[in-house]
């Protein structure tokens, strides 16, 4: 059994067939997925990912303002988010973070935000889900500023940084989670650090309906393609998929801990 750790399945992209690639994944024995709701200049993306968690036992959701929407955060906005991360299906602050390749909001708005969602999710008691792009040792330095260094609480999503990264990640306390990017013949620093950070640090996910992975490239990404994303792990490291599947599974619940009530595979 198999969790997609991180989906925008909300998104209007799945507006034709948004049950059916439900069902597709239910199939691939995927029994849990997080879809990742947002805020920013619309709270579109949230109001629908908490309606589809409320309305599926098997899908939970987040709630967080992307570095894309940094220049949207406010005193108004972060009351409202640590409104709704009281709400019962909410199991994680993001994403957040930094994008320093796009650079959609400006660099000291996103770090502001960062900080600032990094605070309300310590204090909300939630992990964070933390996006980084080109922002490497700056992420890791807010990170350890705010949350301390070993006792990070949250996991870097849709990994792309390489092993060593990796390695720092972990000793701040973070986990990793591996998206359709880690079968991409070009990627040899994420496949490297799939293979060689902690098995019990690591995650996987979609990031759908983005990165599609190999087999199934030039295609919408949907959340039953993640058995691909934990196939190639476990050929990167001489594994069976059900080991990645296992191992996987058990790392969501410790990380994500207001899943618990959800029911494990073998239940």
């Known amino acids: 059994m198999f969790i997609d750790s991180h ?3 909300e998104g209007k992209r799945f507006d034709a067939d948004r049950e059916e690639a439900i069902a597709r994944a239910r199939a691939a024995s995927v029994h849990l997925m997080l879809t990742v709701g947002q805020v920013g200049e619309s709270w579109d993306s949230m109001t629908a990912s908490l309606a589809l ?4 036992d098997d899908i939970v959701t987040s709630v967080g303002l992307h570095p894309h929407d940094a220049r949207f955060f406010d005193d108004r906005t972060a009351e409202h988010m640590v409104e709704m991360a009281r709400h019962p299906k909410v199991v994680a602050w993001g994403e957040c973070g930094l994008d320093f390749y796009y650079d959609n909001s400006p660099r000291e708005a996103q770090r502001d935000a960062f900080r600032a969602q990094l605070r309300l999710a310590r204090n909300a008691g939630l992990p964070v889900i933390v996006h980084s792009r080109d922002a490497a040792d700056e992420t890791l330095g807010i990170l350890s500023d705010e949350l301390g260094c070993g006792s990070a609480d949250g996991v870097f999503h849709c990994f792309s940084y390489d092993a ?6 972990v000793e701040l306390g973070m986990y990793v989670s591996f998206s359709g990017i880690v079968t991409f013949p070009g990627a040899s620093a994420v496949q490297s650090a799939a293979r060689e950070l902690p098995l019990d640090r690591i995650l996987v996910e979609t990031d759908c309906p983005f990165l599609a992975p190999v087999p199934h490239r030039g295609r919408r990404n949907e959340p039953a393609f993640v058995v691909e994303v934990a196939s190639k792990i ?3 490291r001489g594994l069976s998929p059900s080991d990645v599947a296992a191992a996987s599974t058990a790392n969501f619940h410790r990380l994500f801990r207001k899943c618990a009530n959800v029911p494990a595979a073998e239940e």
């Open 7 to 9: 989906a925008h399945l």
């Open 53 to 56: 968690a409320e309305a599926n």
């Open 164 to 169: 060593d990264f990796g390695r720092a990640a």
């Open 234 to 236: 476990a050929e990167l």
